[in-house]
Nanobody, 124 residues
Framework: VQLQASGGGSVQPGGTLRLACTAS????????TGWFRQAPRKEREFVAA????????YYAASVQGRFSISRDNAKGTVYLQMNSLKPEDTAVYYC??????????????????WGPGTLVTVSS
């Protein structure tokens, strides 16, 4: 599986962005997909995750109610809709797949497939 995140950019506080994670080779053997982010001088942190069937969804407390994760398996794409963006959302955003429930959904080490990130900058 090769993943590619896109849709990042620069927005003002309160703005919106939609990130997309496309994958080649993603099949129903994919157990779930997660979005993580890493700000300068900080550790990578969990943002959101979704199961293969687009039913089970998980969010970090910091984005709950503002971000929404979804997937379109026909298009091989997972989306992260980001609303009411704040300066503290500034980070490089990564998507990742996992093939089995090998660990907590919020832990980066539970995911075996990663792509290059996309930069999101929220600033006035």
């Amino acid at each position: 599986v090769q993943l590619q995140a896109s849709g990042g950019g620069s927005v003002q506080p309160g703005g919106t962005l939609r990130l997309a994670c496309t994958a080649s080779g993603r099949t129903s053997s994919t157990y779930g997909t997660g979005w993580f982010r890493q700000a300068p001088r900080k550790e990578r942190e969990f943002v959101a995750a979704v199961g293969w069937r687009d039913v089970s969804k998980y969010y970090a407390a910091s984005v709950q109610g503002r971000f929404s994760i979804s997937r379109d398996n026909a298009k091989g794409t997972v989306y992260l809709q980001m609303n009411s963006l704040k300066p503290e959302d500034t980070a490089v955003y990564y998507c990742a797949d996992r093939r089995a429930p090998t660990g907590p959904v919020r832990v980066p080490g539970s995911y075996g497939f990663w792509g290059p990130g996309t930069l999101v900058t929220v600033s006035s």
